[in-house]
């Protein structure tokens, strides 16, 4: 199964480090959205969206690139970290999906280090994550997705 992530992860690298212990579960190809370039992912039998989330809802720009690039039809599942938990997280990216014909397979949340905004002033929240059992969990995720792609 080929299949891409396109993600946003910046400030402390969370959803990357998510991200590259899925890809040692199976190949993956990642796919920076703020790397400007022409991108084809039609090509994939499966497209991922991961981003850490920023009040609420997924980076704006991972959302963009999804109504820009994501084709008609193809399967999708969601990847996100978090400073603190909330019921809806991947519900914006779920509606993009929906309005373009497209499965959302699953999601995965975990706990991210988050010192946006107001978390700064008290030295960050849910510090050391994702730790090593949250990507033990990630890894098992991405192969229950490559498992149903099969």
Known sequence: ???AVCYYSRHHGNTLKVL???????????????????VRLEI???VGFASGIYYGKFQQS????????LPQGKPVFLVYTYGIYRPGYGKDMERIAGEKGCAVLGKFGCKGYDTFGP???????????????DL????AYYQGIKVRQS
């Open 1 to 3: 199964m080929k299949t």
């Open 20 to 38: 590259e212990a899925m890809a040692e579960a199976g190949e993956l190809d990642l796919i920076d959205v703020t790397a400007r370039r022409t």
């Open 44 to 46: 994939y039998d499966c």
């Open 62 to 69: 991972v959302l963009q690139f999804a109504r820009q690039y």
């Open 119 to 133: 978390f700064r002033l008290v030295g960050g929240i849910a510090k050391g994550h994702p730790d090593t059992r």
């Open 136 to 139: 033990e969990r990630a890894r």
